[in-house]
């Protein structure tokens, strides 16, 4: 069994003055979906002044290796009338900022004294000479991996060099270089980045990308099937179709993008905590269950935004528009977000523009798309905005590329700006964390707030979280368990910490 220090685990609960959870009963029952079971009431969508107009920009590009790249690519979103910069800090398991975790990214290892986050804040808020403040959210690659051949010598030691147990497996038994969410240590270790990140930098965002396995036929970790076992009284390697062991893995990311609001909203509660969803394939027909991201890459975000886990989405529906179909699902997905929309009031909607997939003009009425139904837009990247831009033909890269003025002249005239998680401020959150009286986390363990309908599940860490909570009070139901009949005081606008005496 691979766990990481219980402390680590555990601080962002220390500094919320809580204390554990202690249990006496492990038990095991059959696997249903991972969400919360309520309907949150409806309210009145507000027209807003803001929108979030933003752009990736990844440590493979220009943008974030130095002073000067960060003051252009400043300087290039405020002259297109854009708000955020979603910037890169961690990739394949290493880092844009100093981390006690994970070592340094390649790309700048040999700037001991540069600090690309910090510089990119700093620069960012700077209105000295009458520029606009823009939002900086801070953008995490969490399950991918890769080998880290680059960082076998660094210190930190990399996770392939210390943990090499923690890679995925494929149905055959291959060992894959990403990351298994089904690892308990896994998400530990990943929530320590995201909490040390938020901790020493006072970003406007954290942002999660590769929030999914990759492939259906990956997942078959040993301890993650271990846990499988445990949790569903199967024994033998699940075949890939099946859909217990895949609604396992899709619980697996459910509980860890759970377990990040929780961290993020519980040190800052006016961070907006935003995920990076997959648009593969075709918009939802009649359910999201119908679509390539929930049955390929185990990620149901439709739910997470239904159920308050997430601030906001960034649809990353890349769609070339000269393709007839891909421009038919780009618009049909658009669509499906416009919807969600209406049943989320507050949280932010957006798509992705993949610049690097479409020629100039093609991107620019993708942007027309997202705008005429007043949904936000992030673009694809930085470094490689266009299609003319990534192949070298006739457009340039980075600060250079024609699109920033013909955003600001055709797209965005005038600035707006960013939104803010305001739908929390009338809503509660309570958390907390199983542990039998050894200390160990309790994995698979129902909760529910009596008289509510309100259930959930602890995850690997033995953590468990409602959101989206009318204030009030709270009466725990956990059969067997000392936590049974506590009430929790939930008030709005905070996470609300389960204690046990």
Not at 39 to 62: C, D, F, H, N
Not at 334 to 363: C, E, H, W
Request: glycine share 6%; charged share 25%.
């Amino acid at each position: 069994m691979i766990f990481l220090p219980i402390l680590s685990r555990l601080s962002i609960v220390q500094k919320a003055a809580t204390i554990l959870i202690l249990g006496l009963l492990h038990f095991a029952c059959s696997k249903k979906e991972e969400v919360q079971v309520h309907v949150e009431p409806e309210l009145p969508i507000i027209e807003a002044e803001t929108e979030i107009r933003a752009v990736w920009v990844s440590v493979l590009g220009e943008g974030l290796k130095s002073r000067a790249e960060i003051e252009d690519l400043v300087a290039v979103v405020r002259k297109a009338n854009l708000n955020t910069i979603v910037a890169q800090v961690q990739r394949e398991g290493a880092t844009m900022f100093p981390s006690s975790f994970q070592p340094r990214h390649a790309s700048i290892a040999k700037q001991s004294g540069f600090d690309p986050l910090a510089t990119l804040l700093e620069v960012a808020r700077d209105t000295s000479e009458g520029g606009k403040a823009l939002k900086v959210h801070a953008w995490f690659n969490v399950f991918r991996l890769g080998e880290q051949k680059a960082y076998l010598k660094s210190s930190p030691p990399p996770i392939a060099k210390t943990h090499p147990e923690w890679y995925t497996r494929d149905h055959a038994g291959k060992v894959q270089h990403e990351l298994d969410p089904g690892v308990p240590a896994v998400q530990d270790h990943l929530i320590a980045v995201i909490e040390e990140c938020i901790q020493n930098y006072d970003v406007d965002g954290i942002n999660l990308d590769y929030i999914r396995y990759f492939g259906e036929d990956r997942g078959y970790n040993p301890w993650a099937m271990k846990r499988f076992f445990e949790q569903t009284s199967i024994q033998g390697r699940p075949e890939i179709e099946d859909k217990i062991w895949s609604q396992f893995k899709r619980d697996q990311v459910n509980h860890f993008v759970r377990r990040c609001a929780i961290t993020v909203w519980s040190i800052r509660p006016t961070t907006t905590f935003s995920v990076n969803a997959v648009g593969w394939g075709s918009a939802p027909r009649k359910d999201f269950s119908d679509t390539q991201p929930y049955y390929e890459a185990m990620q149901n975000w439709a739910e997470w935004i239904k159920q308050g886990w997430v601030d906001a989405v960034l649809q990353m529906s890349y769609k070339r528009e000269w393709e007839p179909d891909q421009k038919k699902q780009f618009r049909n997905w658009a669509d499906y977000t416009q919807k969600l929309a209406t049943q989320s009031s507050g949280r932010v909607q957006a798509m992705g523009i993949g610049g690097y997939f479409n020629p100039l003009n093609d991107a620019l009425n993708q942007y027309r798309e997202a705008t005429r139904r007043h949904l936000g837009t992030s673009l694809f990247a930085y470094d490689r905005p266009t299609k003319e831009a990534t192949e070298g033909k006739g457009d340039k890269q980075g600060p250079e590329s024609k699109i920033w003025d013909l955003l600001r002249k055709e797209i965005y005239p005038e600035p707006m700006p960013a939104p803010t998680p305001d739908w929390r401020e009338h809503l509660s959150m309570i958390a907390g964390y199983l542990l039998d009286d050894t200390g160990t986390p309790m994995d698979h363990i129902e909760v529910s707030l009596e008289n509510t309908g309100y259930s959930a599940y602890t995850d690997g860490a033995g953590f468990v979280a409602f959101s989206g909570l009318p204030p009030g009070t709270y009466r725990i139901s956990c059969p067997d368990h000392s936590i049974g009949g506590s009430e929790v005081e939930a008030r709005a606008g905070e996470v609300t910490w389960i204690t046990q005496e």
